[in-house]
């Protein structure tokens, strides 16, 4: 059948409307007319590319061979400024749809991005044990060899140290990580021949960071350092603030902002991330702030209220529980950072219902060329 693009909506599929109903085609772009193969049922129906009839303004050859066959990337074909857009659109779209918020159009959301290649410090290989390193297709387990000149959206030391090794090393099924810095170091776990490393440094302002190896860092390496920037303007820190860094990881929220303040109180989950948290605080200097390990979406006990909370979340967002005790402490700011706009969009909706709203919001687009979408947002009791 023939149908035209209308949009990109949550999960980087091109939406499409026939007889009534949403079709949804992975790989298209707003504006191309295509003839697509189409699921036989379904509300959405997804849908496969046959031919395109008329190609978007906004659609670009993509630079990667493996395009639409690998599972890494969902825009390689879109033009990059366009990508941005078409993010704003899925954000506003998802908070109001799943929140009931209307933000309004997306030039009230501010926007930082960088490049969009080579930006993956932290990259997990697939190996399928005759012969291919690589990703794993979309929706399956099948492994993809990674193109000559490498992946383009990893780090390009992490790119020479994986090319350098295909053909000397004996590549069992499974895969291996290698995790990169700014300062061009290369770390590594499960290459055969190769030592592991058991943590990662990373530098951002005049702070260092030591990360478990298998641990959670901002994952784009010209990024990360402008996130940081943006969190800490959100929180606008004053020398009397308590702030809460709840998901604090390994402190890199944390620790910069306790510089600013009177304490900190990071909670978090991972035993191994409180404990490099603990030693990156000792190792710069950084003294009033406090580290719990502790479960926060089945509540925290705090025996000062904090003034400010910060918010970092994984892709599942917070609970509701979590969200009635933020509403409790009434905190000047809620700084709410989401790498996941549906459960942001749930999570806000619910606390506009307790009579907060965001207050500023911005994109940075810390996934370029994938359907990720990064927001840091602040709400305000209105
Ligand atoms: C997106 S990361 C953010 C970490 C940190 N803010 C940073 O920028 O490096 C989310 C963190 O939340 C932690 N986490 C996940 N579920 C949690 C929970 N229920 N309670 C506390 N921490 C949790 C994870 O271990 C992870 O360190």
Known sequence: MRIKIEKIVHGGYGLAYHDGGVLLIPFTVPGDTIDAVCA???NPRFCWIKKIVEPSKYRIEPKCPNFTVCGGCDFQNIDYIYELEVKKGILIEDLKRLGGIDIGCIEDIDLIYAGDQFYRNNVQFKTDGEGKVGFFMKKSTQVVHIPEGGCLLVDEKINEFVLDILD????KRGGFRVRSNRKGEVFKKGVPGFRDDRYCYYDCRDFDFRVDIDGFFQINNFLYEKWLDRV???????EDDF??????GIGFITIPVANYVRKVLGMEINGTAVKNALYNAQVNGVDNCI?????VNRGFYVKEKPNK????????GISEQLIKEIVELEPEYV??????????????GIL???GMKIDKITLIDMFPRTSHIEVISRLVFI
């Not at 580290?291 to 479960?295: A, G, T």
Request: proline share 6%.
């Open 40 to 42: 036989e049922r379904g």
């Open 168 to 171: 000397g090393v004996d590549f």
């Open 232 to 238: 800490i303007e959100y929180i606008e820190p004053c």
């Open 243 to 248: 702030v809460a860094d709840l998901f604090s």
């Open 291 to 295: 580290f719990k390990r502790v479960d």
């Open 309 to 316: 909370i910060v918010l970092d979340p994984p892709r599942a």
């Open 335 to 348: 700084v709410y950072v989401s790498c996941d706009t549906s459960t942001y969009a749930r999570d806000v």
């Open 352 to 354: 506009y219902k307790y």
